[in-house]
């Protein structure tokens, strides 16, 4: 019953007509992601620049996702300054990742909610790449992915959760009240009520958008990676640091959340990054999140 009923609902994430139209510019993102290989990488660097530069919000958010460790926003860097520090590909994909999650934000109605949202989201990328970067940096495994990606998946992997509001109101209104009751995470009580991930309902979204693959396959399998097991680090990566995101204060709803889960692969959970989890918190803003 479960199943047949997650079924129905992943339906209504695929029909292009129901979900909200993407903001300009995420489509000028993508157009330069297609024309990647047109121009030289200085150019490249120019025309994200200058997109970014339309959009203060996003050249905000973007400047906070990829600021080099060891400096801060009292350092006072620029766009430039940040691009500089990244290659254009990296620059391209994670700046589409925040464009889709600021829109995705505008359908949440509460304020703090929308601000726990994209904080959720930043802390479980930023986690994501660092787990990734540190794991490559003692295992030497293969990947088709880089830092970047694997960022910009982690900002996107909670992005059903604003889209459920939308599309499946009342769905969204039970698990919400579920997830306080029992003192959980908005995408574990998802998940003990319906049976499947919540983000398995944003990568139809991901699809029917036709945005990158990679936003797909990491939204699909980051639960179970051993489901594709070439990318196996990057996926657990990113689900990792959703679950430290969830328990260390950074969680996307407003109630302490309760270190209990049902949810496969709970296993993968190590011992937390602490150095990393708090350099990734002092970037963000701590009194939307109800533990920070």
């Given at each position: 019953?479960?199943?047949?009923?997650?079924?129905?609902?992943?339906?209504?994430?695929?029909?292009?007509?129901?979900?909200?139209?993407?903001p300009?510019?995420?489509?000028?993102?993508?157009?330069?992601?297609?024309?990647?290989?047109?121009?030289?990488?200085?150019?490249?660097?120019?025309?994200?620049?200058?997109?970014?530069?339309?959009?203060?919000?996003?050249?905000?958010?973007?400047?906070?996702?990829?600021?080099?460790?060891?400096?801060?926003?009292?350092?006072?860097?620029?766009?430039?300054?940040?691009?500089?520090?990244?290659e254009?590909?990296?620059?391209?994909?994670?700046?589409?990742?925040?464009?889709?999650?600021?829109?995705?934000?505008?359908?949440?109605?509460?304020?703090?909610?929308?601000e726990?949202?994209?904080?959720h989201?930043?802390?479980?990328?930023?986690?994501?790449?660092?787990?990734?970067?540190?794991?490559?940096?003692?295992?030497?495994?293969?990947?088709?992915?880089?830092?970047?990606?694997?960022?910009?998946?982690?900002?996107?992997?909670?992005?059903?959760?604003?889209?459920?509001?939308?599309?499946?109101?009342?769905?969204?209104?039970?698990?919400?009240?579920?997830?306080?009751?029992?003192?959980?995470?908005?995408?574990?009580?998802?998940?003990?009520?319906?049976?499947?991930?919540?983000?398995?309902?944003?990568?139809?979204?991901?699809?029917?958008?036709?945005?990158?693959?990679?936003?797909?396959?990491?939204?699909?399998?980051?639960?179970?990676?051993?489901?594709?097991?070439?990318?196996?680090?990057?996926?657990?990566?990113?689900?990792k640091?959703?679950?430290?995101?969830?328990?260390?204060?950074?969680?996307?709803?407003?109630?302490?959340?309760?270190?209990?889960?049902?949810?496969?692969?709970?296993?993968?959970?190590?011992?937390?990054?602490?150095?990393?989890?708090?350099?990734?918190?002092?970037?963000?803003?701590?009194?939307?999140?109800?533990?920070?």
């Amino acid at each position: 019953m479960q199943s047949t009923y997650f079924e129905c609902l992943a339906d209504q994430f695929k029909q292009i007509t129901l979900l909200p139209a993407l903001p300009e510019t995420a489509l000028r993102l993508m157009s330069t992601l297609k024309d990647a290989d047109k121009g030289g990488l200085e150019i490249d660097r120019l025309l994200v620049e200058r997109i970014m530069s339309d959009d203060p919000e996003l050249a905000a958010h973007f400047i906070t996702a990829l600021t080099p460790p060891g400096k801060s926003a009292a350092d006072g860097l620029t766009l430039s300054d940040v691009l500089v520090e990244v290659e254009a590909s990296g620059a391209r994909i994670v700046a589409l990742a925040l464009a889709i999650q600021l829109q995705l934000a505008t359908l949440i109605e509460d304020e703090a909610d929308r601000e726990r949202f994209i904080n959720h989201g930043l802390y479980s990328g930023l986690l994501a790449r660092h787990i990734f970067e540190r794991s490559y940096g003692r295992e030497h495994f293969v990947s088709s992915w880089k830092g970047e990606d694997v960022l910009a998946s982690g900002i996107l992997y909670s992005s059903g959760l604003a889209l459920l509001g939308k599309l499946a109101p009342d769905v969204f209104r039970r698990t919400v009240q579920y997830s306080q009751t029992a003192s959980v995470s908005l995408r574990e009580g998802f998940y003990r009520l319906y049976g499947e991930q919540l983000a398995v309902l944003g990568a139809s979204a991901m699809e029917a958008w036709r945005l990158p693959e990679i936003f797909t396959t990491v939204l699909r399998h980051a639960h179970r990676p051993a489901g594709l097991p070439s990318e196996s680090t990057a996926l657990s990566s990113v689900w990792k640091a959703t679950l430290s995101a969830e328990q260390n204060g950074f969680a996307a709803c407003s109630w302490p959340t309760r270190l209990i889960h049902e949810s496969p692969g709970q296993d993968m959970m190590d011992t937390p990054d602490v150095p990393g989890m708090a350099w990734i918190g002092s970037r963000l803003t701590p009194q939307v999140a109800w533990a920070a």
